[in-house]
């Protein structure tokens, strides 16, 4: 069993959608959780990087972390065709390993 | 301030042939990584530099793959020989020290065994 479980997707949604991503996680020591956008060709972009349980949000993005569940979650509101892209999750412990996800191809449809 | 840069951009080259990838971090960047990423996955760390020492090379092949960091700031990995499945995009991070800090990545190295 993988430490990170992603949902695999592939998601397509419509322009304006609200969009779901997931994932679980076995590791009880991991404490730091980020969310990278991957766009084709190109190297992973933090997009959300947050420390402890709850919601964290920053314009169309909100990250929320539930640890005793072992869960987490992106919300993207009002999706963008330039929202099109591979979502990785990615979690790491205070000795500062992260392990990803295989993330999640999200394509939004104007 | 200027990103993680590394080059080559796209590689191709025969089975048991050797390889080489160099990086240069973003400035300040005590922290840097190698990551190995086969199509359809997430990114795998390879290794894992604190300044110019390992801190984590677990998941490296260490029969054929190497890494160093000279001096602390740029890094090359190395491939000798490679086989088919060595196919993928290889990776760079970097980030300051401590476990709470974000890691920037470089765009990658798409390397193709055939």
């Known amino acids: 069993q993988k430490e990170v479980e992603q949902d695999p997707g592939p998601l397509s949604v419509p322009e304006g959608a609200i969009v779901s991503l997931n994932c679980t996680y076995s590791?009880?020591?991991?404490?730091?959780f980020m969310w990278y956008r991957q766009y084709s060709r190109k190297g992973p972009e933090l997009l959300m990087y947050?420390?402890?349980?709850g919601n964290k949000e920053d314009g169309r993005f909100t990250a929320q972390v539930d640890k005793s569940s072992k869960y987490i979650s992106l919300f993207i509101r009002d999706s963008q065709p330039s929202d099109s892209a591979t979502y990785l999750c990615?979690?790491?412990?205070?000795?500062?390993?992260?392990?990803f996800g295989d993330g999640t191809t999200l394509t939004v449809k104007p | 301030e200027a990103g993680v840069a590394q080059s080559p951009r796209y590689k191709i080259i025969e089975k048991r042939q050797s390889v080489a990838f160099w990086c240069n971090p973003i400035?300040?960047?005590?922290?840097l990584y190698w990551y190995q990423q086969i199509l359809g996955q997430g990114p795998k760390l390879l290794i894992q530099?604190?300044?110019?020492?390992?801190?984590?090379d677990s998941q490296l092949p260490k029969d054929r793959f190497s890494a160093e960091r000279l001096k602390g700031v740029d890094s090359t990995l190395k491939i000798q020989p490679a086989k088919l499945e060595d196919s993928a995009v290889y990776l760079c991070?970097?980030?300051?020290?401590?476990?709470?800090?974000?890691?920037?990545f470089g765009q990658g190295t798409r390397l193709t065994v055939v």
């Open positions: 991070a970097s980030s300051r020290q401590g476990a709470g800090t974000e890691a920037f």
């Open positions: 590791n009880s020591a991991f404490q730091y």
């Open positions: 947050t420390y402890s349980s």
């Open positions: 990615a979690m790491k412990s205070s000795a500062g390993k992260s392990t």
């Open positions: 400035s300040g960047h005590a922290t």
């Open positions: 530099f604190q300044n110019n020492g390992v801190v984590d």
